[in-house]
């Protein structure tokens, strides 16, 4: 019998003693003793070396005692087996050949898809061995809707313009690409779960560039599929959308346990419209933790206090740490937390 | 006297026989007798050769027959005078000295600014001279918000973490900078409105990334100063935000006539929260000005449609026309509004 932690109590609404923390990419660029091993390890290869990806999603757990270890891997991670090589530059990640018509489209998940990524499962081995039973292992991926659009764009993008002409011109084959993208994602995660990872996130990014209207079409379905494949592995399931205060009529339909909050709505209100159904997660803003540590604690607190005695809270930021940011901060942050009272 | 266009009418909100049309950078890269003047002078030239910018300015008028003519500039425009010089590159304008010390923040707004950036005025009086008069000369500048986090990147953001770094270490310069913006900004704007703009449009574009808290401490006030100033030239005020869908309770207060709405919203529901106080300009997804001229039609009649019969709607695109974007969608775009019976 592995003993409850914190974390998976919250994600389930269950009462706790306090509101658990860990933050979006805490294993990651921020740390001195990952920025260390980059000097030996581009990100593509730490990423596909169990030993090493496995040791930066510790590091975080070592130095700040964070209430669950989202391992160390990229939301792009799936789309290289299924033919299209992701280089993970300074200014982002950029796909040389993007989709740009119909037959660029993938036919079918490859069958060898779970050895080209085996190394993903096998972090996640490697990590649940050396955690405590507390801590858990949080697997993730993006989105089809975010996987798309960086398939389309051929990397990131301010008005998603290549992404929303493909839709609007080759509607079919969007439509395909995403169903394809979904199957990916589900098996992804699934066989995340199957290694060991005892709660899964669904970053759908970019979600927030569409309308109601368009996210009910391209984005909202296509989770929903991911999300109920899952539902089977009984682990709860974590769907987060950047930019998302005008989508939360379609959010409130999610087939998930919980929804990942950004910056932009204060948690409070988020309870009021959310909070029924699910457990939340957030909201810091993650530029806080560029500050001063008085302003992080005060920021901390305003948003458990914002959130006050309802249950299902998880915190962490609206958004993956900075990589400017000072270690010091982030230790403001996660003994925020751990202070704070409800009394201040 | 001035005969009386369709645009200012419903910037007042008196009721009007069809929807006024205009679009956000109407005057630029997508027209390709834009495009072949670019091949003989650069963006910054042709923003400060009045003769060329006029030019530009009634381009779209000419083709289209749009209901005002917003002049061809650049919200960055006033930083010049301030000793930063802005280069506009393909990939978006950046700064080359950006302000990252208090140090840096300019003490006063020069006692030629007007002269440095003279052309721009005289481009306004040179459109005027050749506009109908139902076709006002719309005038525009970046907010203080908007333009101060340009000043502190050093171009563009995703983050907009040295923004917010600077202000959180830095907060008196920050104020300091935000204040001189909005004195250098309010000047501006006077300025083509003596010059001859009838209605004047401030960009708060990325003031969407702060939370309704901070929108309140750093972009509101500071807009609201510039609006306050322009009060007295008694023509319509037009504030717009991009990605504003959680701050439309601080928007309400805004010192304006009207308010941009981009895509996200729908209008109906923007009428709904704000259309009691307001005029509202917007909201075709500029990205569907990439689709098929008959999506084109459909969609554009949705946005109408969800205004109905109420007073005070300005057609427009939720953002600025996309560089790639066919001259038949925007002919279809214009068509659509003067075709739109309320019946279909």
Redesign the interface.
């Known amino acids: 019998m592995v003993s409850e932690s914190l974390f998976l109590r919250a994600c389930r609404r269950e009462a706790v003693e306090r509101a658990p923390v860990w933050m979006m990419r805490q294993a990651g660029r921020y740390l001195p003793e990952y920025r260390e091993m980059r000097q030996r390890a581009d990100f593509l290869t730490m990423c596909r070396t169990p030993e090493l990806a496995a040791e930066v999603t510790l590091q975080p757990i070592r130095r700040f005692g964070m209430d669950a270890a989202v391992i160390f891997s990229d939301i792009l991670i799936p789309l290289e087996p299924l033919g299209f090589a992701v280089v993970f530059g300074e200014k982002g990640p950029t796909i040389a050949q993007p989709v740009r018509k119909p037959a660029d489209v993938p036919t079918s998940v490859p069958e060898n898809f779970d050895e080209r990524v085996s190394y993903v499962y096998q972090t996640i081995e490697m990590v649940g061995d050396e955690l405590p039973a507390e801590v858990p292992v949080i697997g993730f991926v993006g989105a089809p809707f975010t996987l798309a659009s960086y398939l389309i764009e051929g990397g990131?993008s301010?008005?998603?313009?290549e992404t929303?002409?493909f839709f609007?011109?080759q509607p079919e084959a969007a439509h395909r690409l995403l169903g394809l993208l979904a199957d990916t994602v589900a098996r992804h995660l699934r066989n995340q779960v199957r290694a060991g990872a005892r709660a899964v996130q669904v970053f759908d990014s970019w979600a927030?560039v569409?309308?109601?209207?368009?996210y009910r079409v391209w984005a909202l379905p296509y989770a929903q599929r991911v999300l109920a494949e899952l539902a089977q592995e009984r682990v709860p399931r974590i769907l987060f959308t950047l930019?998302a205060?005008?989508l939360y009529g379609a959010l409130a339909e999610a087939d998930a346990e919980v929804l990942g909050i950004d910056?932009?709505?204060?948690m409070g209100q988020a309870f009021d419209l959310l909070g029924d159904r699910f457990a939340l997660q957030g909201n810091l803003?993650?530029?806080?933790l560029?500050?001063?540590p008085e302003?992080v604690v005060t920021e901390t607190h305003k948003v458990l206090a914002g959130v006050g005695s309802r249950v299902g809270h998880i915190m962490n930021l609206g958004?993956g740490v900075?990589p400017?940011t000072p270690i010091a901060n982030v230790e403001a942050f996660v003994q925020a937390v751990r202070d704070f009272t409800g009394e201040d």
């Open positions: 990131g301010k008005s998603f313009a929303k002409r609007y011109h927030g569409l309308s109601e209207a368009e930019n205060a005008h910056w932009r709505t204060p803003d993650p530029t806080v560029l500050g001063q302003q958004h900075l400017s």
